[in-house]
């Protein structure tokens, strides 16, 4: 079952563009939600991340935007440039319990110049 | 600090072969994961040790594959024997935990693998 959707698979902006990913979630007991950003070729590696007691998290052009009651949160790249072309995965944990993190599907993103 | 280490970056094998990939996590971690990537099913999450005791195994896809943690600073994934259908790239990546608080996962570069 999976417990964190991501959307859309893949996504296709002009230089300057503002993408938005989407993920959303079903156990409550998340309480950590970072994105992650891999090149091809590479690991994942972490992009920015967000805790629940915020609903907004900035990071140079990376947002994340979160709504704890719609148990959703998203990524927004603002002035998108070509190098932001990466594959974005979102995460969530849980503090407590097993920590096993759960991985969205990712998404593709490809800005044009 | 040289972040986490796989060996090797790209393995080619016949099937029914031994295969062995190699990671070293990052220095004062206590986690570490075995994940499989493909364009099919994304990132799947195969075993994780905490201070080098399995803790997760329910990923491992089959008895085939197999995971060891000797000491903090190394583990391996062995899959005996390969078969086409294990073509992917395996990630290595290690995280460290302060009390209840969760921490980053760091990934290595990963090992490409193909089973001809």
């Known amino acids: 079952q999976q417990q964190v959707k991501q959307s859309p698979q893949s996504l296709i902006v002009q230089k300057g563009g503002i993408p938005i990913i989407n993920c959303a979630y079903e156990?409550?007991?998340?309480?950590?939600f970072p994105w992650y950003q891999q090149f091809p070729g590479k690991g994942p590696a972490l992009l920015i991340a967000i805790r629940p007691d915020v609903s907004e998290k900035k990071e140079g052009r990376f947002t994340i935007s979160f709504n704890k009651s719609a148990k959703q949160f998203s990524l927004h790249i603002m002035d998108s440039q070509p190098g932001d072309s990466a594959t974005y995965f979102c995460a969530a944990h849980a503090s407590g319990g097993s920590y096993i993190p759960t991985f969205g599907r990712g998404t593709s993103l490809i800005v044009h110049p | 600090d040289a972040g986490v280490i796989q060996s090797p970056r790209h393995e080619v094998t016949e099937m029914g072969q031994e295969v062995t990939l190699r990671c070293k996590p990052i220095?004062?971690?206590?986690?570490l994961f075995w994940y499989r990537q493909t364009m099919m099913r994304g990132l799947e999450l195969l075993i994780y040790f905490n201070n080098n005791v399995p803790i997760d195994d329910s990923g491992m896809p089959e008895d085939r594959f197999s995971a060891k943690m000797p000491n903090a600073s190394f583990s391996t994934l062995k899959i005996q024997p390969s078969e086409p259908r294990d073509s992917a790239v395996y990630f290595c990546a290690s995280s460290r935990t302060s009390g209840t608080r969760v921490d980053t996962q760091y990934f290595g570069p990963g090992t490409r693998l193909t089973v001809l």
């Open positions: 220095s004062g971690h206590d986690y």
């Open positions: 156990n409550t007991a998340f309480d950590y």
